[in-house]
């Protein structure tokens, strides 16, 4: 768990090539300036750490690239104290940068063995987040409900209406929709029945399952 002058550099820079790629919100980039990604990874991919790529994690599963990461969280308009549902916790990288803007954050993770690996993980840099449970993504977390903003960090095959159930009313959800080609949806809730929905960039994620495992 060791953090260096030289990882705090390359983090510098790669919050820089992610603002060159269009990533305006400040917050968002102090994040990743912020945050020691190496130490999110398997030790044996720590020097690539600060490449804007995904990488492998634990049961077949990825870390999303921190482009991807800074862009649907700029997406989402997170401010203070905003409560946000993550599914897909995977390495608990997204779940940090969340918390860094102050979000209220409640995650969800469907593979037993990475939800209890990241439970144990994320205290250890001091991240506690409201909530970190083992579920079914589909499902929201209806007890939690409602949320300011929702993120799904896994490519799903259509929007699941549980989570737009969950959307307080003004709050966003941010979901990559498509299984082998995706692109990324933003929904706002402007009315108790009413979602505006906008098309955005293309995208790869691994897939949304049904399930727990
Ligand atoms: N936010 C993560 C990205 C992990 S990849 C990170 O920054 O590391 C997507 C994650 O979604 C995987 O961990 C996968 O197990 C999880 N996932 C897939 N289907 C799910 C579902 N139905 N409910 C909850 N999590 C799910």
């Known amino acids: 768990m060791k953090d260096t002058l030289k990882h705090q550099g390359l983090r510098n820079q790669l919050a820089k090539a992610i603002a060159a790629k269009g990533i305006e919100n400040k917050n968002v ?17 720590e020097s690539f750490a600060y490449q804007d790529k995904a990488f492998p994690i634990l049961a077949d599963q990825t870390i999303s690239q921190p ?17 946000v549902l993550e599914i897909g916790t995977g390495s608990g990288y997204q779940t940090a940068v969340l918390m860094e803007m102050q979000a209220e954050v409640y995650s969800v993770e469907r593979q037993n063995e990475l939800f209890k690996k990241t439970k144990l ?8 987040p409201r909530h970190l449970g083992f579920g079914d993504g589909y499902k929201g977390l209806p007890d939690h409900a ?47 029945k009413h979602f505006e929905k906008h098309e955005l960039e293309a995208c790869k994620f691994v897939p949304m399952l049904e399930k727990k495992n």
């Open 29 to 45: 980039l102090a994040a990743i300036a912020k945050i020691p990604r190496h130490l999110f990874l398997d030790s044996s991919f």
């Open 67 to 83: 482009y991807t990461v800074a862009y649907q969280t700029q997406l989402l308009e997170i401010m203070p104290g905003n409560k």
């Open 121 to 128: 993980f994320l205290p250890k840099l001091g991240y506690r």
């Open 146 to 192: 409602p949320f300011d903003k929702i993120i799904v960090t896994a490519g799903a095959p259509f929007v699941p209406k549980a989570l737009l159930a969950q959307l307080k009313l003004g709050g966003m959800l941010v979901i990559p929709i498509g299984t082998t080609k995706q692109l990324m949806y933003l929904y706002k809730r402007t009315a108790v």
